[in-house]
Nanobody, 115 residues
Framework: QVQLVESGGGLVQPGGSLRLSCAAS??????MAWYRQAPGKQRELVAS???????SYADSVKGRFTISRDNAKDTVNLQMNSLKPEDTAVYYC???????????WGQGTQVTVSA
């Protein structure tokens, strides 16, 4: 049984920080990523990381967000600094099962950036 459990969302003021975590279990995953979806908008890729540690970021978050992965624990984190109101969205963890085109989603966690 594959399960992705997210935590860390909440309300923060502009310029503040939050750290999101996603614990994956039930399989081995080659790529893990964070997506976000704001009201009325399409879901977009925020950051991704491979099992080897290669990372990729959306231009809008470069220099502010950092994705990391603990392969032993199969946990992926997203450190979010200098948060802006436009970062407000539901953030979703996503994981790709190794060797096959099979993807799994977490339940999502709300991040609200507001004064």
């Amino acid at each position: 049984q594959v399960q992705l459990v997210e935590s860390g969302g909440g309300l923060v003021q502009p310029g503040g920080s939050l750290r999101l975590s996603c614990a994956a279990s039930g399989s081995i995953f080659s790529i893990m990523a964070w997506y976000r979806q704001a009201p009325g908008k399409q879901r977009e890729l925020v950051a991704s990381i491979t099992s080897g540690g290669s990372t990729s970021y959306a231009d809008s978050v470069k220099g502010r967000f950092t994705i990391s992965r603990d392969n032993a624990k199969d946990t992926v984190n997203l450190q979010m600094n200098s948060l802006k109101p436009e970062d407000t969205a539901v953030y979703y963890c996503n994981a790709k099962k190794i060797f096959v085109n099979q993807y799994y989603w977490g339940q999502g966690t709300q991040v609200t950036v507001s004064a």
